[in-house]
């Protein structure tokens, strides 16, 4: 196996120095935006390097796992971005980011991974197993059940409204335990890509092996996630004031801003895949990363939040509990048949733009 490659070293050098700068920016207390924009830069830039680390982890699983543990990783930053808001009572930053991630990842990126997808297809379609759209649909379902039932009831006033808190704990345990039910059967289901390789190194099917060794490949891993925290306490440090400064609702910055730039690995991963012509695992990163925020990262922030000064429940602005639902619908309806053409991506795009306009206006 070789070792990274001179442009590798180069850029990884590179995100080190602009970390290290977002770091003193913090500490040296420049002004909030400049903080902020390092902070963020600095934040994708570790997504970027624990997404090529995860890619090379994942040349020995099947698309499955790799997508698994792309999303797993890759949403590091946004678990210690929502628990430092909490930790600082940015209630509507850490609600906003969780489900802002939800509707970046369902609507824009995968809106452009089909794009992508569709028009690196021969005929134009984009084609994938359909098991992993219809399973991620069924998972926020289930966690929009949970949010819109509880939206309904304190719409009505009626006496379970007096118990946000205990809903949301017992829903939360709910659909951690959907959560495990689905993805253990799933992981054991996946196909490994493993198999005997050539002289040149590649498998039978052509693709090339991991170029990392694992040693290499968990040190990048370890490096970025460690470092998505520091830089994900920066970032919420600088976050208030640049949206002061730059005039930006709460709920904007948490739904736009705070969500992709911490889903930077799942931005970035999926529209290379796609790009690549690499469906399924694109498909995968994307839509394991949906199911992963709905009913995982989601409860599990609503159980620890208990232990926090603020405590995140599932009560939404019923905006975002309408659009929660919709989306889920949009999902099934696009990416259900193991099928999209490209103005299907398009028109995930278009949704998450207007979502985005009245987060603005919020």
Not at 105 to 115: K, P, Q, T, Y
Not at 133 to 159: K, N, R
Request: aromatic fraction near 8%.
């Amino acid at each position: 196996m070789s070792a990274l490659a001179p442009a590798e070293r180069i850029t990884l050098a590179l995100l080190a120095l602009l970390t290290a700068l977002a770091g003193v920016a913090n500490y040296q207390h420049w002004s909030a935006v400049p903080r902020f924009l390092l902070a963020t830069l600095a934040l994708a830039g570790l997504a970027w390097v624990v997404s090529f680390a995860t890619e090379q982890l994942g040349e020995r699983f099947g698309a499955g796992v790799t997508g698994m543990l792309q999303s797993t990783l890759g949403n590091l930053p946004e678990l210690f971005v929502v628990i430092f808001a909490l930790q600082k009572g940015e209630l509507v930053v850490a609600q906003t980011a969780i489900v802002g991630s939800i509707f970046a990842n369902a609507l824009l990126v995968l809106g452009l991974v089909i794009v992508i997808g569709a028009r690196r297809a021969p005929d134009g379609i984009m084609r994938f197993s359909p098991r992993l759209p219809m399973d991620t649909t069924t998972l926020l379902q289930v966690t929009v059940f949970v949010i819109v039932l509880l939206g309904l009831s304190l719409a009505s006033h009626d006496p379970a409204s007096h118990h946000v808190k205990t809903i949301s704990a017992v829903g939360a345990v709910c659909l951690l335990a959907v959560y495990l039910a689905w993805v253990v059967p799933y992981l054991r289901a996946d196909e490994s890509p493993a198999a005997p390789r050539g002289a040149d190194g590649r498998s039978q099917h052509g693709r090339p092996g991991p170029r990392l060794s694992l040693r290499l490949t968990i040190t990048l891993l370890a490096i970025g996630g460690t470092a998505s925290a520091f830089v994900s306490d920066w970032f919420i440090e600088a976050l208030a004031p640049a949206i002061s400064v730059l005039n930006l609702s709460q709920a904007f910055a948490g739904l736009v801003i705070v969500a992709i730039a911490g889903n930077a690995v799942e931005n970035v991963a999926g529209l290379v895949l796609s790009y690549k012509r690499r469906s399924d695992l694109a498909i995968s990163v994307v839509k394991n990363s949906v199911a992963q925020i709905a009913a995982f990262l989601f409860p599990l922030l609503v159980l620890i939040s208990f232990a926090l000064d603020t405590t995140l429940t599932f009560r939404l602005a019923p905006v975002y509990t309408g659009a929660l639902a919709l989306t889920a619908l949009a999902l099934w309806q696009v990416a259900g048949d193991g099928e999209a053409l490209e103005f299907e991506g398009w028109a995930l795009v278009v949704l998450y733009v207007i979502l985005a306009t009245f987060a603005y206006y919020e």
